[in-house]
């Protein structure tokens, strides 16, 4: 079985300072990771993904996620936070192979002080 | 191009209505999947088509449920005699390949969907 808990519902964050969403993942094969941020009245938009190739992913609008098999986690960073970052974001599981179902967790939602 | 679309974007209903939900995914993308939201969750999976057939129906909750996809595009979910546990934010997505897992799956708006 699969699952992924997302460890803050909400995170506040000063526009400027870094961003570190926290994701830990749990799955009986090799996983495939991804996180999506959701802004209101839109879809979910694909932010990165980690599928056992390199480690430490680039995403789009400067995030990054470090996959850690040790640690089973996923955490979702950037330096500086924009006021445009604040959103809902989602960390997914699923497996490298043989599945399609995307395990989501309960999402973070962030929100950037001025 | 255009992205994933959803309609009605708002649905409010009574108990015991039909309701009918579409999903209109990327040209060209083979597989499109439901999932169901409910507020405070993320979201979880219903069901997968790949072209019209449906290979995965093992999410949808009850048989008041069903999801078509008739000629490969459009695809319809259809909730039955609806009841208040059915209120949610209903989301399709679609694929370009033939899911595999490693395909990134890109989501429409949503439905929300609420039931009187």
């Known amino acids: 079985a699969q699952s992924v808990t997302q460890l803050d519902s909400h995170v506040s964050v000063s526009e400027g300072t870094p961003v570190l969403l926290r994701c830990n993942y749990s799955?009986?094969?090799?996983?495939?990771l991804f996180w999506y941020v959701q802004h209101p009245n839109k879809g979910l938009q694909l932010l990165l993904k980690?599928?056992?190739?390199?480690?430490l992913v680039k995403g789009i609008n400067g995030f990054e996620a470090e996959f850690k098999k040790s640690e089973t986690s996923f955490h979702l960073t950037k330096p500086s936070a924009h006021m445009s970052d604040a959103a809902e974001y989602f960390c997914?599981?699923?497996?490298?192979?043989?599945?399609?179902?995307?395990?989501f967790g309960t999402g973070t939602r962030l929100k950037v002080l001025a | 191009g255009a992205g994933v679309s959803q309609s009605p974007r708002y649905k409010v209903t009574k108990r015991g209505q039909d309701v009918a939900l579409r999903c209109d995914p990327i040209?060209?993308?083979?597989?499109l999947y439901w999932y169901r939201q409910a507020l405070g969750q993320g979201p979880e999976f219903l069901t997968y088509?790949?072209?019209?057939?449906?290979?995965?129906k093992s999410g949808l909750p009850n048989d008041r449920f069903s999801a078509e996809r008739p000629e490969g595009s459009i695809s319809t979910l259809t909730i039955q005699r609806t009841e208040q546990r059915d209120s949610a934010m209903y989301r399709c997505?679609?694929?370009?390949?033939?899911?595999?897992?490693?395909?990134?799956?890109?989501f429409g708006p949503g439905t929300r969907l609420t039931v009187l």
């Open positions: 997505a679609s694929s370009l390949g033939a899911g595999a897992s490693t395909d990134t799956q890109y």
């Open positions: 799955s009986s094969y090799s996983p495939s």
């Open positions: 980690y599928t056992s190739a390199a480690t």
């Open positions: 997914v599981v699923t497996r490298t192979s043989g599945t399609y179902k995307y395990i």
């Open positions: 040209s060209g993308h083979v597989s």
């Open positions: 088509f790949n072209y019209e057939a449906q290979q995965d």
